[in-house]
């Protein structure tokens, strides 16, 4: 009665002289699934026909240049593994492909979101930077309008003195017109009653 013999992922490992996780990625390729287990605690029982494909990958491995891949389809072609495995493999990468293009599409778009933000953030400084120069230009149009300002006061107030000067000497001449009027206002009068009058001063004088 035949017994399969199965064999622990790090046994396997140590027979051929390869890293634990080289293995798995062996396994995934070479192993047929009912070939490989997994115990509870997740790691990897091979039976004898399994270790005996994973020792002529091995071998193959180190005896040429050949690639995983290569090899894969050469034992597919010589009928040690099933096609289905180097099927699944090429689908598997295939998705991956699928994945990664949405992937670079994805990072297409925020590339593209982060450049428009990056225009609109552009485009928002230099609305601000010629508004501050407007603003500049601004404060010193009202400097200006307010220097114009402060010499048509200084202006006004000089006006103000020469116009009050002026009424000062129109006043003094009419004054002193007036005390010439009366220091040289006639004595005689055609009014009969004044006559009288100054006579009486006269003769009092």
Request: glycine residues 2%; aromatic residues 6%.
């Amino acid at each position: 009665m035949n017994v399969q013999v199965w064999m622990a992922s790090k046994e396997v490992a140590d027979r051929l002289d390869v890293h634990v996780r080289t293995l798995r990625n062996w396994l995934d390729l070479f192993v047929p699934a009912h070939e490989r287990l997994k115990n509870p605690q997740g790691h990897y029982l091979i039976s004898e026909n399994g270790f005996a494909l994973l020792k002529e990958v091995k071998q193959r491995k180190d005896s040429g240049n050949n690639s995983l891949r290569e090899i894969q389809r050469q034992l597919v072609d010589e009928g040690k593994i099933p096609a289905e495995m180097l099927l699944a493999e090429e689908l598997a990468g295939a998705e991956e492909t699928a994945i990664a293009l949405p992937a670079a599409g994805k990072l297409d778009t925020a590339l593209q979101e982060m450049e428009k933000n990056v225009q609109e953030t552009l485009i928002q400084f230099q609305k601000e930077l010629t508004q501050l120069t407007s603003l500049n230009s601004m404060q010193t149009t009202i400097l200006q309008k307010i220097t114009d300002i402060e010499e048509m006061q200084e202006s006004l107030r000089l006006e103000i003195r020469r116009v009050t000067f002026e009424m000062d000497l129109m006043q003094q001449r009419l004054t002193r017109r007036k005390e010439r009027y009366a220091r040289h206002e006639p004595r005689w009068s055609l009014n009969p009653f004044r006559w009288f009058t100054r006579s009486d001063r006269a003769a009092e004088q």
